[in-house]
Structures are given as C-alpha cells and as structure tokens.
C-alpha cells in the first residue's frame, strides 16, 4: 500500500508541476508541495505512463522520467524528502516476495545522494566548499567490454594484501541499458562508482537521450554560467611513458613510478613496444600486457591506495588509469579508443591509444602514441600526429551529438615515443653536448621542437624544459650509448607535452635506474586545477535557468541563415579530401537544436563519399557554427564512380526542430582512377585511364568478369597484367629490394597522390616519391580491387586447400587469366624479396600476413575474417613463397 501511495505522490507531483508551468504559475518546490497536496488520486493515474501535458504530438513518456526530469531543479532537498519515502516504503514492504516492491523502482536509487560529507580544508587560492554529496550510491550496474582492442577497466591495487581486485567504471550507455532491462546486472562495491550522476557531475545527465531541446537549452546555459557555481581545486597527476623494446619487466618499476614523496593523485603510464612478435602485431594477442600491467600495479606509490579505472592496448602500445580510491567517484564519461598509423593507414605496429573522462566538472584526455622511427621521417612523424588527431574520436554519452576529438577537452596530456631526433650534428659531437650536460645547446638541434616552432605539429602544447639526458638508445642492459653497427646518436625520443589551463609542472625526470630496455623511462609530475562543483551555488543557476525557459517556452519559432546553399567538388580523386565550408547562424529569437536527416528510404543522410562535420549540434541564440562538407572517395565508392553508375550529387536536409527545413545540393566531378578499377577492366586499357574516353571506361567496368564467347564488345588483346602494378613493382624490383622494413613502414600521403597522378595520367620511366611510399601504393591498390586477385568465387576453396601445396596450385589453376598472371607475377616479386632478405629484414612470416589479406579476402557478404581463417589465408600464399614441392 505504501509504494502506492509514494509512487501517486511522484506522478501527483510531476502532474502538478507541468500543469502550473503551462498555467505560467510559481514552480518552486513549496508551491507545488502546496497545491500537491489538494489533488485527488483520481486526477492523475500513478501507474500508468503520464502524456507530455502542453503538446500536440502523442508522444508518452513514464512517470519515472518526468520524476527525474523534473526533480532535478529542486535539489538535494526533494531528494532527500524522496529518500525518506523510499526508505519508509521498503521497511513496511520488508515481508513481500522478492523483488515485488525493489524492482520497479529501483531506478531511482541510482538518483539518491549520500549523506552530507565534512567540509575539506582548502589549500592555498582556494575556495571552501559548501557541504555537498559526495556521490551517488550505486549498488548494481551493468558492466560492457570492448572487443575491438584489448581493454580492461576497474582494478584496485592493495599494497597491503598485494592483490588485485576488479571494479569496473561503466560504459557510456549503461544507464539505458540497465533501464531497458537488457543487460546482466552484476553486484559491486561503490569504491569506483558510477559518477554520471555525481554531484559533481549533475549538470551533465542532461545529454542521457531521453531529454530534448528544452535540456540542451539548460545544458548550454549552465556550461555558460560554470564559473558561478565552480571553483578550482589542484590535484597532482603522474604521467609516464617507457618503450620497453619487448622486453619483460626484470626489476621493480619503483624507481620510475614511486619516485616522488608525495603520492599521485593519477597516474597515467604508457608503454611503447610492449611485444615486438609477430603474433602480437598481426593478431594484437600478448601475454606482455599482463606482465607489465602486474608490474605497474606493484609498483604504485606506497602512500595511497589506487584503482584502476582503464586499461587499452594496440599491438604493443598500452596506457594504464589509476586513481586514488578517494576520488574514483568523482570519475565519470570514461572512455578509451585507438587509431594505427602504421602501412596503409591502419597496422597498430605505429599509432595511438587514448583514454578521456570527466573529473568532477573538467574533461580531461590523455594519449599515448608511437610515431614514425628513423631520422629523416620527421614528417612522417608529423603525419602520424595529424592523422590521430583527426581520426582519434569518442563516443559521446548522447548517440545524438556527434564524435568528440582529442582537442575538445579542457586538458590534453599527450606521451609516449615521438620518436623525433637530433639531427644536424655529428654523433660525437651530440655525446660531448650531453657529457658536459649542455642540454640547452644540444635542444636547439631537436627536431620535435624545431617542427613546434614550425608550428607544424602539437601547435598549443607546453613542454617543460629538458634537463635529463636524451633517453634514447642505450645498450640494454647498461647506460651505456650505442654501441652496434648502425651506432644510433643520442635522442630524446620519450616526451610529455600538455595542452590546457591550470597546468604546473613539478617534475619532469628521465630515471636512469631502470635498464631493460634501449630507452629510458620519462616521468612527469603536474599540479592541476580541476573545476569542482559547488552544489549550493548549482541548485540556484540551475533554477534561475529553468525558471527563464519556462518563460521563453513557446514564444519563438527557431530559424538559421545559412551562408551558402550550393556547393561544387571540382577534379575529385581517389583517396584525397576535399572539404568546403559553410556557417549557419542562428538570427532566430530562441536558442535551436539542428541535424542533417535522411530523405526517404535512404538509410543515411547522405551519400557514403560525403560527411558533414557536425552533423547535428546546438546554436544558442545569436550563435554560429561552422559545418564542414568532406567529400572523400574510396575503395567501396571509387568503382562505382568509374563506371558512371554512381554520380557525385547529392541534396543534403538541414532539419531544425520545431522549426523548418533547409535543402543543399552538393556536386562534383570524378577524375577516374586505376585505383577501384578492376584486374580485368585494366587489362584491356593500354592507355593511363583518364586519357581513355569516358564511355570506354564506362564500358570496360561494367564489363563481366568471364564474359562468354562472343558477348564481349571488346575485340583488342588485353594485356597480360595491368600495366598499373607492372610499374609499382617494376620500380620496387630495381629500387627497393634490399630497402629495410620495406611494406613495413608507411610512405607520405603526398607522395601517394604523386604516385596515384603520375600512374593515372601517364607512363613515367620512374615513379616518384620513396620506396616506402611507392610499397604502401601497391597495397592500396591491390586493397582497392573490386575483385581481389584470388577470386571472390574461389575464397572458401582456397581456405580449404591451404593444407596442401598441390591443391592450392590447383585454385589457381582456376583463376581468370589476368588474374592468374598477376598472381604469377606478384608472388614472383616476392620471392625475389625473400633473396635479400638479411637486408631488407623481411620474411616469409611478415609478407604472407601483408598479402595473404589483400590477394584472398573474403567476400563482401560474408562476416570479416576470423582467426583460423586467417591463417589459412596466410597459410596459402606461404606455399607459393616457398614454392614447397616444386620439384613434384
């Protein structure tokens, strides 16, 4: 009877509140307690789902969402006031049956704040706190695990019991999991709790998806006003970065992470290098990432006791979240992803991961990368940090806003190897620098600060002074320089840079204790102004906001001007942005909610070679934003656009709510490519495919792979293999046969679409650019191929004949003939890699992972690749490396 009645007040209350809103009356908790208490039960039905009152639409939602929605503005008060009846509820209902009276709503204890907690002292400049709740308790969550990249959350290191225990932070759509009853709940400890809905963290609940424009108003609005309800409070960060070279941890990690005497408040460590076996760059499987994340976790400083909130990896790059217990609370939005850089843009060998949350009320990212290796590829390097920059994104807790980039935080941390060097200056020259300790004479030859004076790369970053030696490369083992064949000079290749206010650094240490490995591990120690939440001072801005929307509410219809409406992508070409720019202005009465939308049975909003960036957003009023068009084609688009059944032309559908409207057309024309065009199609081209009529090209796309007798209207010889991949590998046989890691390092995109041009348009007698760039372009190309070299038709049986040599032959027996003779002449190539293998450091191993996923992939309906299938593909082409059993 009890939960009855609580449940009819929590309705009776939403019902009053929103029919005084509507009526313009006083909404303030008193008056609506007030008038509350004059209903009947009959006015408003408890259990069942409360319409929205004031609108035209039949939109329904529950009683539940409105309690939250409209309790929120009342502060910790009604909460309390709601605790009480819960409490109340439960101790009358003890006796029913399990799950009766907790499970229908037990949502709202995820709402329910602690107890007030004793005032803090503040240190120095800061200001005291009003006494507010430390947190939300949370006894049950759903816990979510990304497969894509090995990733762990929620480890409790206890110096103590020198053991680890698992908690977890959950994911970004747990709450709506947990409210649709789909996911498996598990029991925990609060020690890292679910802080979405901290105190400190309560402006923030308002990007769940189930609130709409009127909640992004108040959103906005209070981001505005932070600095009325937040003041700044320091905490110290440990942020290191050790290449381990592969090795395994042999000595104590002490000297490196427990150097300081004061205990961290975070720690955040990267490693680089963590398995240097091929089984872990091609399958992203190590045993390394327990050993070192068990040797970190002992090695925390003794002072404090930590929890690990996140751990990611790719291949052998890893970063490692720990927090003091005190403050795991107050950690929200976490989230973690990962980008390579490596050959074609996508190998993990090179790369970033990186790791973003909230704390209290400022969003922090942290990222751990390893960039391009040797000297001369400094903008290599520089290329590799762009492209994390641009292609490094988060899921945001609203699925309606889009991907949040690394630069869209109050604090950036950014380590791991930059991998840039000292260069212009002899390596005995750069030892008798370090040896008198002249470490600013030598920093001026630094190649990662000349490209930041470039403004080249990190433009906006901070990084202390160097006053440690350069940390790479040593003997392992020893402190001992270089001392093998190629005699590496010195280099401070190891770095911390940050970007952000309220950063100071304490300390920034090279620790020469440690010697596992060629480099030395670096050490960084910040204190950082955090922003932290005044609740007292929160609960009013927040009213006064909500009060002034309820008076704007209705009054305006939203409206935009956009600056341009038409838009033209003139010579297109494969794999090369384009991007043009509009504004949009919001020159309406009332802030505004805007997205591109679908048209009509189509699935996206827009073509797949277009993207807008944002693609939906908030303006408040008088606001503008700038929306990007990139037009970008690729291998799943580039054939269809050769063949002309594809055009670039599209019409895009701005849409505001509660407003109108607004149509783009957007166009371009498409400079054909041998890149996306098929085996065959190229085959029966002698000339560079852009001097070929378009109505030819047309043709010879659509062409059918085996075309039967008399139905090809093509009557010329084709040749034997196309004259594209004939160039490529003609230039890496008389070039690049003894070049070192050769399809291992990536080449420049510029010099890519030097490549791509001069193949398209011509028939040069050498093509440019460095042989790393003109390796990756092969693989492009071959990764481009509508139908790879090994037939779609003939993939399973390929699998199926990789045991045996004799069979596999048999399968490409089968293969159309230019598919057959570019298989011949690929493989060919590759054997004669294989004889110079001790220069090039190639093997058998890495060019059967390389090509066994471009010459057999699957076909496009059939599910990626799994493991077994894999190695099967490797397995095939190994035979034809090795060219096992010839002589039978």
Known sequence: MFNYLYISFCSIFVFTHRRMAICGDDVSLERVIAVTEDLTFEEVSPLNDIPIVGSDTNVRITSQDLVLELLLPFGSHTWMFIHEMNKASHGICKHSPTGASSSQFQWLSKYRPKAPQPLCSPGKGQACQTPAHKG???????????????????????????????????????????????LKVEARSDMVRSSRHTVSNKAHILTMPHFGLRDNIIKCELLKREETYTYIRNFRF???????????????????????????????????????????FFFNDTPKEQEWSKAVSESLHPGAKYAMVKLIRLVGIMLIFYVRNEHAEYISEVDAESVGTGIMGRMGNKGAVAVRFRFHNSTVCVVNSHLAAHIEEFERRNQDYKDICTRLLFRQHDPMLPPLPIMKHNLVLWLGDLNYRISDLEVERVKQLIQD?????????????????????????????????????????????????????????????????????????????????????????????????????????????????????????????????????????FMQHQVKTFTIHNDGQVPCQFEFIQKLEETAYCKPWLSANPCKGFLAEGGKVDIELEMFVNRSTATALNSGEEKLEDILIL????????????????????????????????????????????????????????????????????????????????NAC???????????????????????????????????????????????????????????????????????????????????????????????????????????????????????????SSSRQDPAEKRKAQEFIQHFLLMEGESS
């Open 136 to 182: 939300i308790d949370i006894d049950l969550i759903s816990t979510m695990k990304k497969t894509r990249n090995s990733a762990t959350d929620g480890q409790i290191k206890d110096s103590e019991e020198q053991a680890i225990h698992h908690r977890h932070i959950n994911d970004s759509t747990e709450h709506n999991a947990d409210r649709q009853g789909k």
């Open 238 to 280: 440990f942020i290191g970065t050790y290449n381990v070279n592969g090795q395994c941890p042999k000595d104590s990690l002490k000297p490196w992470l427990s150097f300081g005497t004061e205990p961290p408040d975070v720690y955040f460590v990267g490693f680089q290098e963590l398995d240097l076996s091929k089984e872990a």
């Open 437 to 573: 300790k002249d470490f600013q004479t030598l920093h001026r030859y630094d190649q990662l600060r000349r490209q930041i004076e470039e403004k080249a790369v990190f433009e906006g970053f901070t990084e202390g002074e160097i006053t440690f030696q350069p940390t790479y490369k040593y003997d392992t083992g020893s402190d001992q320089w270089d001392t093998s064949e190629k005699c590496r000079a010195p280099a401070w290749c190891d770095r911390i840079l940050w970007k952000g206010k309220f950063i100071k650094q304490l300390h920034y240490h090279c620790h020469m204790a440690l010697k596992t490995s060629d480099h030395k591990p670096v050490s960084c120690d910040f204190e950082i102004g955090i922003k932290v939440v005044n609740e007292e001072l929160y609960r009013k801005t927040f009213e006064e906001i909500v009060r002034s929307i309820d008076k704007m509410e209705n009054e305006c219809i939203p409206s935009v001007s956009l600056s341009e409406r038409e838009f033209f992508f003139k010579d297109v070409k």
């Open 655 to 734: 849409h505001l709510e509660r407003g109108k409207d607004y149509f783009l057309a957007v166009s371009g024309n498409y400079l054909p490519s041998c890149f996306g065009a098929s085996i065959q199609t190229l085959c029966h081209m002698r000339a560079p495919i852009q001097d070929m009529p378009e109505e030819t090209v047309r043709q010879l796309t659509l062409m059918p792979l085996q075309p039967k007798d008399g139905n090809s209207s093509v009557t010329e010889m084709p040749l034997e293999i196309p004259k594209e991949i004939w160039m490529m590998v003609d230039h890496l046989y008389r």
């Open 738 to 860: 003894q070049q070192e890691d050769l399809f291992q390092q990536p080449g420049l995109r510029a010099e890519f679409e030097e490549i791509r041009d001069c193949i398209d348009t011509g028939m040069p007698d050498s093509l440019p650019g460095s042989n790393h760039s003109v390796a990756e372009a092969l693989l492009l190309f071959l990764d481009a191929l509508p139908e790879p070299v090994i037939c779609y038709s003939l993939y399973q049986q390929s699998l199926d004949a990789s045991a045996s040599f004799t069979l596999c032959k048999q399968v490409v027996s089968l293969l159309p003939q230019c598919h057959k003779n570019t298989f011949n002449y690929l493989t060919a190539f590759l054997r004669e890699l294989l004889k110079n293998c001790l220069l090039n450091r190639l093997d058998v191993d890495i060019l059967r992972s390389v090509f066994g996923g471009l010459l057999l992939r699957p076909p496009p």
